[in-house]
């Protein structure tokens, strides 16, 4: 029981771990920090409680009224920072903003500065920015735009009731309170969105991932299974009728035993083989993996196919090649474009990727050169007596990422499987 629980507890923080992470690239992609977001956010909270406090030190309240407002004013201040402190985009935000709470919240928050707002002062009608900006982070998206309507269209019922009509009104503060309680409103169903659309991209992401796993399973699943099957078989249909004569005809049984001995062989060769495929990835299938991966990750790319034959360590190389280069253009980017392109000639072949915007926040061109994906990678080429460059690149005044890989076509070095094992 308690290995089940401690491995239950080592999922569970993998779990976390992984939506951390997840987490953390979404709010990259995004192009609101972290610290940019919580200062947003202050800021507005500031605006909301300005006017309401400006109306509470101007008066000589005291006693029980002064409690009342002060304790109002606190609790919409812890409110809104309960509610919106957290990143849109990470998962403590999701999962809180879809409890029953939040919602609570908001409807005692809409009643409290409505009914302050009639009883006490309308200064009050300007905590409805901080309502708004709630119901637009809290609510689904259709639902949010109808209640920020709603809470844009309050201030205004509320300023003509108290006035007792039109007359009286500063209408440039009334329109101004009302624009910008519609447009923080409306602005935190954008950013709302905006990180649900990238996290379900990350998740897509994976999705793909986890399919060409699992694609790459059933077809190693399925090549030993043709692979073994009748060979199996054959085995152990001579293996019966080995034994069956090994008392018999000893001569034909010495030449069965043979037969199964050879088959072995031929067998494990074959084994061998099959798994030194599937060690090294292939060009084509990672030049078809690439344009699916960009396009998932919202990257335009621009692929050349590859004609033509090559042996299997120069074959291997470019793929290794291509699913590195990718991978970097995806994690380390914050790439619009990708293009990948080819050139043959008698003495060499050469690769090169170049993509857009290559900086993401904390990751600069020389961070991602030597990473550790990279410098396995010129080991690689460096190997097959190749060149790889990694750098930055100026085009149309624009910086470029680039990778570009060179191998002699003339060496003929291949993948070592291993000697063979005496059965």
């Not at 042996?311 to 793929?319: C, I, V, Y």
Request: proline share 3%.
């Amino acid at each position: 029981m308690r290995a089940q629980g401690e491995g239950s507890w080592g999922t569970k923080q993998h779990t976390r771990q992984a939506t951390d992470t997840t987490s953390d690239e979404v709010m990259r992609e995004s192009g609101i920090t972290l610290l940019l977001w919580r200062l947003y956010q202050i800021f507005w909270m500031l605006i909301c409680l300005y006017f309401p406090l400006a109306s509470l030190l101007s008066k000589p309240d005291a006693g029980l009224r002064l409690a009342v407002r002060s304790a109002a004013l606190l609790f919409f201040a812890i409110s809104y920072t309960w509610t919106m402190w957290s990143h849109p985009a990470s998962q403590v935000t999701r999962t809180r903003h879809r409890s029953h709470v939040s919602v609570l919240l908001l409807i005692v928050l809409s009643l409290q500065v409505a009914i302050f707002g009639i009883l006490d002062d309308s200064a009050w009608l300007w905590s409805f920015l901080g309502v708004s900006a709630i119901a637009g982070a809290v609510l689904p998206m259709r639902l949010a735009g109808i209640i920020v309507v709603l809470l844009t269209a309050i201030p205004f019922l509320i300023t003509i009731s108290t006035h007792g009509g039109f007359a009286g009104i500063d209408w440039w503060w009334l329109i101004a309170l009302m624009l910008l309680v519609r447009g923080l409103g409306l602005d935190m169903i954008g950013v709302s969105r905006m990180g649900s659309a990238i996290r379900e991209l990350h998740l897509t992401r994976q999705r793909l991932a986890h399919l060409k796993v699992e694609e790459e399973r059933l077809r190693l699943a399925r090549d030993l299974h043709d692979l073994l099957g009748q060979t199996l078989s054959v085995i152990t249909l001579k293996s019966e009728l080995a034994r069956n004569l090994i008392t018999e005809d000893p001569a034909r049984c010495a030449r069965e035993l043979a037969e199964i001995e050879q088959v072995g062989r031929t067998t494990l060769r074959e084994v061998r083989k099959t798994v030194a495929d599937y060690r090294q990835p292939r060009l084509a299938s990672e030049l078809d993996g690439a344009r699916q991966l960009l396009e998932a990750a919202g990257i335009e790319s621009s692929i050349e196919a590859f004609a033509g034959e090559l042996p299997q360590s120069l074959d291997s190389a470019l793929a290794w090649t291509v699913r590195e280069g990718v991978t970097n253009v995806i994690r380390h980017s914050r790439a619009r474009h990708c293009w990948l392109r080819f050139e043959r000639n008698q003495e060499y072949i050469g690769m090169e990727m170049l993509n857009d915007r290559p900086e993401t926040e904390g990751a600069d061109v020389q961070t991602i050169s030597q990473g550790s994906g990279l410098i396995g990678l010129q080991e690689r080429v460096g190997a097959l007596g190749g060149s790889m460059e990694v750098g930055s690149l100026l085009l149309a005044g624009e910086p470029h990422f680039r990778l570009r890989v060179e191998l002699s076509t003339q060496s003929q070095l291949e993948v070592a499987t291993g000697p063979e094992e005496q059965p």
